[in-house]
C-alpha cells in the first residue's frame, strides 16, 4: 500500500513538472505555424531588392557590372518583365534598395541616392547627394517630405524634398545628427529615427530630434524594422533581438529568438520577416512567436516585402545567386 501510494505520488510529481516545464515544439512558436511555397524564382547574383504594388526593383551582379531590373507581377499569370537593362553600374555598386511611400530608394554609396518611379516603365525622377564628395551612402528612408540618410561617420543626414521641376524631385540638406561611430542602417518610425552603426555594434534612437537613449553591446547590425512600439534588430549570429520603446520598457531586450542567423528583417502588417541564411525566411509576429516559415528560399540574405508577395535574395553563390518569390499567404 505504501508503495502504491508513493508511486502515485511520483507520477504526479512527474505529471506537474512536465506540464510545467517548456516545450520545445510550442514554446516560442504559434500553433501550427503556416509553410510559405515558392511560386517563381529568379537566378542571378541578386544584390538588393525591393517591392511595391505589383511590382519590384532588383540589383543584379554580374562581371563588375550591375543592372537594376523592373519586373511586374501578378499570380495569375507568370512573372512578366517590364523593363530590361535600365540601368548599369560599372564603376561602382548598388548598396541597397528600398521602397518607401511611391520611390524606390537605390543606394549607390558615393553617388548618393538615385530616386526611381513606376510610371509606365522605370524612370530615374532624382538624386540625392552632397557637395562633399568623401560622403558615403550606406542607408536610406523617407518619411513625408523628408529623406533619412545614414553616411558614416556624417551620421544621419535629413534632405527635404522642394518644388518638382517638371517630373524630376530637388532635395536639399536641411539638417544632420550625429552618432559616437558610423551609422550604416537608419530608420523612422512615428516620432524616433533609429540609427544603426556597424562599427560600434549599437543603435542611436532619437526622438523628435534629440537623442533618447543607445542600445549597445550587439554582436552585429544587418537591419533594423520598426512599429513604433517595438524595435526589431536582426543580429547576425545573435538572431532576432526585440526591444521596447514604451516609456515603461524604453530600451529593454524583451525577447531573443536565438537559433538563427539573421541578416535582414522586415516589418509588414503584425508580422516580422526575418532572412535567415541556410533557414531561408522566418516569419514571427510581433512577440517574437514563429507565424510562418519557408525553407525552399534557402540561403537567405535579403527580405522584402509588399502586400502579397515576398521577395528573398542571397547574392553570395558566385557565379549565380537566387531571388525567390513567395506568396505571403494569410499573413497580410
Known amino acids: 500500500m505504501n ?26 512558436t ?36 550591375q543592372t537594376l531590373f523592373g519586373y511586374e507581377w501578378t499570380f495569375e499569370d507568370t512573372l512578366f518583365l517590364t523593363d530590361r537593362g535600365y540601368l548599369i ?19 549607390e554609396g558615393i553617388q548618393g541616392i538615385l530616386l526611381v518611379e513606376k510610371r509606365e516603365g522605370f524612370e530615374a525622377v532624382g538624386r540625392v547627394t ?15 517630405d523628408d529623406l533619412y540618410c545614414a553616411c558614416g561617420e556624417r551620421g544621419v543626414l535629413c ?20 552618432c559616437e561611430g558610423s551609422v550604416s542602417h ?6 524616433f529615427i533609429f540609427a544603426g552603426l556597424w562599427d560600434t555594434k549599437s543603435v542611436c534612437v532619437f526622438e523628435k530630434g534629440e537623442l533618447a537613449f543607445t542600445i549597445e553591446n550587439l554582436s552585429g547590425i544587418a537591419g533594423i524594422a520598426s512599429d513604433g512600439e517595438k524595435l526589431f534588430i536582426a543580429a547576425e549570429n545573435d538572431g532576432l533581438l526585440i526591444y521596447g520603446l514604451k516609456e515603461e520598457e524604453r530600451g529593454k531586450l524583451l525577447k531573443a529568438v536565438n537559433g538563427i542567423s539573421a541578416f535582414d528583417v522586415e516589418l509588414s502588417g503584425d508580422f516580422v520577416y526575418v532572412a535567415c541564411d541556410v533557414k531561408g525566411l522566418k516569419v514571427y509576429d510581433k512577440n517574437g512567436d514563429l507565424a510562418a516559415y519557408c ?5 537567405a540574405e535579403k527580405v522584402s516585402v509588399y502586400g502579397q508577395l515576398i521577395l528573398v535574395s542571397h547574392a553570395m553563390q558566385i557565379p549565380k545567386g537566387y531571388l525567390w ?3 505571403n499567404e494569410g499573413l497580410q
Not at 511560386?39 to 554580374?62: Q, W
Not at 552632397?130 to 513625408?144: E, I, K, P, Y
Not at 525553407?295 to 540561403?299: F, L, M, Q, V, Y
Open 3 to 28: 508503495r502504491f501510494v508513493l508511486n502515485k505520488a511520483i507520477f504526479i510529481f512527474f505529471l506537474v513538472g512536465l506540464s510545467c516545464s517548456p516545450s520545445e515544439s510550442v514554446s516560442g
Open 30 to 65: 504559434v500553433a501550427n505555424p503556416r509553410k510559405l511555397f515558392v511560386v517563381d524564382s529568379l537566378i542571378g547574383t541578386c544584390t538588393s531588392v525591393a517591392s511595391g504594388p505589383n511590382n519590384f526593383l532588383a540589383a543584379f551582379d554580374a562581371l563588375s557590372k
Open 89 to 107: 553600374r560599372e564603376k561602382y555598386f548598388v548598396r541597397d534598395i528600398k521602397y518607401s511611400e511611391g520611390i524606390f530608394l537605390v543606394v
Open 130 to 144: 552632397t557637395q562633399d564628395t568623401n560622403t558615403v551612402f550606406f542607408d536610406a528612408c523617407s518619411h513625408g
Open 159 to 178: 534632405f527635404h524634398k522642394r518644388n518638382s521641376i517638371g517630373s524630376a524631385f530637388s532635395y536639399s540638406l536641411t539638417d544632420s545628427m550625429r
Open 186 to 191: 537608419v530608420l523612422t518610425a512615428g516620432d
Open 295 to 299: 525553407e525552399e528560399s534557402s540561403p
Open 325 to 327: 518569390l513567395i506568396k
